[in-house]
């Protein structure tokens, strides 16, 4: 490659692995690609959230009118060994999102 070559200066994502256009470092077309690093603590953060929220949402109460206290959202399954995983997986999840 030639110094007179356009190309030989060219940046290189890190993630994506492709050139990346001269003037276009802030407008990757792969714009995910230039966030990656901002967005995998933002994500982590968002997803921490995200599942404290959902938590909050399956542990919502409410009262029938005949005075019966009762969960209106759940989650269900069909298959035995499925529901099994999720009674393990599902409190974990709850834990470590309060922390």
Not at 12 to 38: A, D, M, T
Not at 43 to 72: N, W
């Amino acid at each position: 490659m030639s110094v007179h070559d356009e190309t030989w200066d060219r940046p290189i994502c890190e993630f994506c692995q492709k050139e990346i256009p001269y003037g276009e470092k802030l407008s990757h077309r792969r714009k995910e690609c230039l966030n990656v690093v901002k967005t995998h603590a933002e994500t982590d953060t968002e997803l921490k959230l995200l599942t404290k929220k959902l938590f909050q949402i399956l542990d919502t109460k409410e009262e029938s009118d005949s005075g019966r206290e009762f969960s209106p959202v759940f989650i269900s399954c069909c298959r035995a060994h499925l529901n099994e995983e999720l009674n393990e997986i599902l409190p974990r999840m709850k834990e470590l999102s309060n922390d």
